[in-house]
């Protein structure tokens, strides 16, 4: 049987079927009323239903496909075939009179989609990490150990398991622990270095790379890790035609007061506790090779100006929603200690 926390009751809207999306961590939410399956929903379908423009607090049965694939209780014994012809990461398995009675998952059988694609991953590596003082004091940010490796070779992990095998490392701080590091790993890619002698921010490091990256490219910052098909990310890029793409997590915050609207002295409104939604940056980007040519050389420039800059020439700059579980931040301390409780439950 499906479990409770996997089925999608008729009153949630779009933002809470994240939230428990998110809580489950199996990126799909099954709708069967009376045990009967009619839909499914996965942060697939969610997301295609953001970039359309869709609201938040929509009903979450506005966004539900409803006609799944599924299996039979006779198919389920030939699952790995199924999900390699659909390319998908669950199947519900129903009876002969539509109920559910199991769910299987690719992850089990091993046989998880990946979206492949080769593509320049660049890593911004050289900042001083002062955040995570005194760490950083003994160790630069990208050797810091998450685990049993160090947050850079993570990273590094989820692009090659996609078919990424070219990495390039912009380093300063520490550079030498870090070539050390890289060039004495017995590894399957491909590491190359950028000096950076003065920082240059995350922005001006790219100039270092002109002539160097001449085709479409991952930008990352070397303390985050972002839980998503990056294949799926590129191809997005590309079909759009933007410039740059931003991957943003979905950020769920309760500020903790009561929020007082006034005008001219005089009460308007009041909200207990309001709980807001909005996007964040995660520090992981598609770019454009072009977009290196905007950049000053040894000038310190954060990438952020790079896009707005982007934008002033017309150049199109788009947004690929993540939700707020799939992305991992170590910047601080606190943040640290939670991605090692993440990765450690995930057995990594």
């Known amino acids: 049987m499906c479990a409770d926390n996997l089925l999608l009751s008729e009153d ?8 428990q999306l998110d809580e489950t961590g199996r990126k799909v939410l099954f709708w069967a009323p009376e045990g009967k399956l009619q839909g499914v929903l996965t942060d697939g379908d969610i997301r295609r239903y953001i970039l359309r423009g869709g609201a938040l607090d929509a009903p979450a049965l506005d966004v539900v496909n409803r006609s799944p694939k599924k299996l039979t ?15 998908v990461s669950a199947l519900p398995v129903v009876d002969g ?34 955040r995570l003082y005194p760490y950083t004091k003994i160790l630069p940010k990208p050797l810091i150990p998450v685990g049993e490796l160090p947050i850079a070779e993570h990273i590094i992990r989820r692009f090659t398991d996609a078919g990424c095998g070219r990495f390039v490392l912009i380093v300063n701080y520490k550079k030498g622990m870090i070539k050390a590091y890289f ?24 100039s270092l790379l002109k002539g160097r990256v001449r085709e479409t490219f991952f930008l990352t910052n070397c303390d985050i890790l972002v839980e998503a098909d990056v294949g799926k990310i590129y191809n997005f890029h590309k079909r759009n035609g933007n410039a740059v793409t931003m991957v943003c997590a979905l ?34 980007y598609v770019v454009e090779p ?14 952020t100006d790079v896009i707005e800059r982007v ?23 606190e943040e640290l200690d939670n991605m090692r409780r993440r990765l450690e439950e995930q057995g990594q």
């Open 12 to 19: 949630k809207t779009v933002l809470q079927a994240m939230q």
């Open 73 to 87: 209780v006779r198919q389920k014994e030939d699952a790995r075939r199924w999900f390699k012809r659909w390319d």
């Open 251 to 284: 950020k769920n915050f309760t500020i903790p007061y009561g929020v007082v609207e006034q005008e001219n002295g005089l009460l308007t409104g009041l909200r207990e506790k309001p709980r807001m939604s909005f996007y964040t940056n995660t520090g992981l």
């Open 311 to 333: 934008r002033a020439g017309g150049g199109r700059v788009g947004v690929y929603p993540v939700s707020e579980h799939s992305w991992m931040d170590m910047g601080q301390l």
């Open 290 to 303: 072009e977009v290196i040519d905007l950049i000053a050389p040894d000038t310190f420039t954060p990438f």
């Open 183 to 206: 060039n004495e790993l017995d590894k399957d890619y491909a590491v190359e270095f950028a000096d950076e002698d003065t920082p240059l921010g995350t922005g001006g490091g790219l």
């Open 97 to 130: 009179d539509g109920r559910m009675v199991d769910v299987v998952f690719a992850s089990a059988l091993g046989a998880e989609p990946v979206t492949r694609v080769q593509a320049p991953v660049v890593m911004m590596a050289g900042g001083l990490g002062t």
